[in-house]
């Protein structure tokens, strides 16, 4: 048995198409697991924008001595939305999202222009990438003004908050401002119930938002004011600037526990991606005794399938993928006569063409998120995958750990252990750059 | 019946909506690409409920305007540990809240 340690740094370009299941296609076995190593971004600058749901970006990277330039667009396309007729109050709704994401990439500085496109063709070193996912879920339906209702917890819990911060507001304030700040509580009280009381259909939580949206206050005091800002959800600085949601911060344990009852089904999703990629190579020809050009197109297309658990902790995922790839000969060093006295010419490149590979790919994985609260809440993630190559009669399993957060506690690194079958090959080592998602 | 305008942003991977008038349910949607509008009763408060899935510390937004200039209600909310909003906003179909809310954006 073979074994190797690696240390692999990659670069998420462009989110859904570098999840790590993706990153194993370009490759053979462990191999893959190494060879994202060479993807990495050591420079460049990116700019995106989004507009709706239409988001473009935009993006340059560079690599060594080569820059490449990759324009992204992606659609939502469940336009125009299906309505439904509620005569009859179901209690279960079914929603669905589609979304298309397209992107082109091209190398810069090549003949001095960048070049996606040749007439007739795509360009070398360039590609064009293009995915389709269709995610639906089902919702157990509870009226807005049902006691059970999501209006009837927001606004228990947003008066909790207010009473809460109101507290500790207080008693960090000194002894002169706390006599002001506690009736200017209670005029911020007397305000709301009058509010309340003036319409019969006005929601607790409606009516603090009426207050927060008066800028300036009006009727309503500084503090009575800051305190409405702290607490009420989907406002600029929000719970205190964290945006954490009221049920984290002051819910009850049946709270938490009851707070995803309208996730009837967790999340199921479906779609397919696909990869145009234009490659030279360069190779000797030994008959003529020179080197040669040979510029092919690789192909990548995969369909893939798979289920969020309701608690968005764990994932299952299974793929099917088609890849037609094209693998360099080993380099030879060949010489010959040049027909001047005793000197010799020599070359030295691949040994032939590159070998045209198929690969037929079944794969399946599972993703699932810990939390350790014996660690301060840190997280723990795991994504073991076992993928069966149909040519090669091979099986590569691949296990990341996950452990290694980035700066918004994402996780994004960790450790992997990689097995081929079919090159008795053990691999193991760190990776980072490759951030952990329950979504494909 | 005044035409409402609800638009969502932000980075949700599936999302939906439910419009409630009052105590009844209008109507339920699959959300379409950026906004859509729709006919929302006079004469009572209602209420717009949005469910969203996405990647944990991604936001979601929710713009409710009334015709096309109009601001009723602008949110933000962010996906938690559970990837999951599910959020009521109540608004009044005639009455725009007034138009300098700085806080809502």
Known sequence: ?440 | MPNITFTIGGEPVWKGAVIEDGHNMIETFDIPGASFTHGVPSDSLAWFTLYAKGPEGKEVTVEIKRGEFSLVRKRTYLFGSDLTVAKSIQFDPDKPEPTNSGAAT
Not at chain 1, 326 to 349: H, M, S
Not at chain 1, 383 to 395: D, N, T
């Open chain 1, 1 to 440: 048995m073979r074994r190797s340690l690696f240390f692999v740094k990659a670069a998420m370009a462009l989110g859904t198409f570098t999840s790590p299941a993706l990153a194993e296609s370009s490759s053979t076995g462990t191999d893959a697991i190494k060879a994202t190593a060479q993807s990495g971004t050591t420079g460049g600058t990116t700019s995106s924008s989004t507009f709706g749901t239409l988001a473009q970006a935009f993006q340059i990277e560079s690599t060594g001595e080569d820059t490449t330039a990759t324009v992204a667009l992606s659609f939502n396309l469940s336009e125009p939305g299906q309505s439904r007729s509620l005569d009859t109050a179901p209690t279960k709704l079914i929603f669905g999202t589609t979304a298309v994401q397209i992107s082109a990439t091209a190398p810069l500085g090549k003949n001095g222009k960048p070049s996606l496109f040749d007439f007739d063709k795509l360009g070398d070193d360039t590609s064009l990438k293009f995915g389709l996912s269709h995610y639906w879920g089902a919702v157990n339906y509870i009226p807005a003004s049902d006691a059970n209702g999501i209006p009837a917890r927001t606004s228990r819990l947003t008066r909790v908050c207010i009473a809460a911060e109101s507290e500790r507001a207080i008693a960090n304030a000194s002894q002169q401002e706390r006599a002001k700040m506690r009736k200017d509580g209670d005029n911020f009280r007397e305000d709301l119930n009058q509010k309340l009381a003036a319409s019969a259909t006005l929601s607790p939580q409606a009516a603090l938002e009426t207050i927060a949206d008066q800028i300036p206050p009006t009727e309503t005091s500084p503090f009575a004011k800051t305190l409405v800002l702290k607490c009420i959800e989907g406002i600029g600085g929000a719970l205190d600037g964290t945006k954490k949601s009221l049920v984290t911060e002051y819910g009850t344990v049946a709270d938490k526990a009851n707070v995803d009852d309208w996730n009837a089904s967790g999340l199921w999703f479906i779609g397919g991606n696909g990869k145009v990629a234009r490659a030279n190579y360069e190779f000797i020809d030994q008959i003529v005794f020179n080197k040669r050009d040979f510029s092919r197109t690789n192909y990548k297309i995969e369909a893939f399938g798979g289920h969020i658990s309701r608690n968005g902790k764990s994932s299952w995922q299974g793929s099917l993928s088609y890849v037609r790839s094209y693998k360099p000969q080993d380099d030879i060093n060949l010489c010959q006569p040049n027909g001047v006295g005793a000197q010799i010419l020599c070359l030295t490149g691949a040994a032939g063409a590159p070998a045209q590979k198929n690969r037929y790919t079944a794969a399946i994985e599972y993703r699932h998120l810990f939390t350790l609260q014996t660690l301060g809440g840190s997280s723990l993630a795991i994504a073991p995958r076992i993928s069966y190559e149909a040519k090669s009669k091979g099986a590569l399993f691949d296990l990341p750990i996950y452990f290694a957060p980035d700066k918004s506690k994402g996780l994004n690194g960790g450790f992997r252990v990689g097995y081929d079958t079919a090159e008795d090959d053990l691999a193991f080592g760190l990776f980072v750059g490759l951030p952990f998602s329950l979504f494909y």
